[in-house]
C-alpha cells in the first residue's frame, strides 16, 4: 500500500468516527503524550456566584437567621416556601430562659431546636444545623445535604456544583468575641452569643459572597481567610440540598 494511500485511509478512518469517540482517542493521546489540562478546582478555577434571591429576616424574625437563610436557599431551589412557613415548621426546644444575677442559668439546647423566642418578643437565640437538615428534608424529601465538619473546600465545591449553602458564623463574620454559657439536662452548652447564619453563594480564591438576611445585602464580598475563621469557630456548620 502506498504512502498517499495509508495516509488517505487514515483521515477517512477518523473524520468518520463521532465526535465522542474522538474525543476519547484525544483523552488517551494526552495521557500517553501531551500533558493533561487538569479540572479546575474550587479554589483556583473561574469565580462562582449564584443569584440567590435575598430574603431579610426583619422586622418579623429577630432571631430568624436561620430560618430565613434557609428561605433563600430553598426557594432558589424552586420550593414555594416563606421564612414565615419554616419558622412555624423548624423544631423548637421550649425549655426556658432561667437568669440569676444577669448570668444564664439554663435554657435550650439549639441541637435539638430553635431555642428561645424567634420573633424577638422576648429572649431568643438560635438553632443548629441538625433541625435545619431536617427542615430542608421535609421540603426535598431525601435531598438534604449536612456539609457540618467537612472542609470549607468542601463546601465550595457544593456551592461551585450549584448548590447555595446556610452556613453559620458571627455577624460582623470575624471570630466571636461574646461566649455564654448555661445548663441544659445535666450537661453546659457553651456558644457565642454574635452567632449568625447566612447564605453562601459565592467565592473566588480571595473572598467569599453572602446573602446576609439580617443586614439585608445581597453578595456581600467578605475576606475568604477571615470568614473561614468565624465558620470554624461555630464549629463548621453548613447546610444545603443536592
Not at 149 to 170: Q, R, Y
Amino acid at each position: 500500500m502506498s504512502y498517499f494511500k495509508l495516509i488517505f485511509l487514515m483521515v477517512l478512518l477518523i473524520t468518520s468516527l463521532k465526535p465522542d469517540t474522538r474525543l476519547d482517542i484525544a483523552s488517551i493521546a494526552s495521557a500517553e503524550g501531551a500533558q493533561a489540562i487538569p479540572a479546575a478546582s474550587p479554589q483556583t478555577g473561574r469565580p462562582i456566584r449564584l443569584n440567590v434571591p435575598l430574603i431579610k429576616q426583619n422586622p418579623d424574625l429577630k432571631y430568624g437567621c436561620e430560618v430565613t437563610s434557609l428561605a433563600m436557599v430553598l426557594q432558589y431551589a424552586g420550593v414555594k416556601v416563606t421564612k414565615m412557613d419554616l419558622y412555624k415548621k423548624v423544631a423548637k426546644d421550649s425549655d426556658p430562659l432561667v437568669k440569676k444575677h444577669g448570668d444564664i442559668i439554663s435554657w435550650g439546647d439549639p441541637a435539638v431546636g430553635f431555642v428561645g423566642d424567634m420573633t424577638g418578643r422576648s429572649s431568643g437565640y438560635a438553632v443548629f444545623d441538625q433541625p435545619i437538615e431536617d427542615l430542608v428534608n421535609h421540603y426535598l424529601p431525601e435531598r438534604a445535604v449536612n456539609l457540618t465538619n467537612l472542609s470549607f473546600s468542601a463546601v465550595e465545591k457544593h456551592v461551585s456544583d450549584g448548590f447555595p449553602v446556610v452556613v453559620w458564623t458571627t455577624g460582623d463574620y470575624r471570630l466571636p468575641d461574646r461566649w455564654e454559657s448555661w445548663e441544659h439536662k445535666g450537661r453546659t452548652i457553651k456558644t457565642p452569643l454574635d452567632l449568625h447564619a447566612v447564605v453562601l453563594v459565592g467565592y473566588d480564591n480571595n473572598y467569599v459572597y453572602l446573602n446576609d438576611p439580617l443586614s439585608g445585602r445581597k453578595n456581600v464580598k467578605v475576606n475568604k481567610t477571615r470568614f473561614i475563621k468565624s465558620w470554624a469557630a461555630l464549629k463548621n456548620r453548613a447546610v444545603s440540598y443536592r
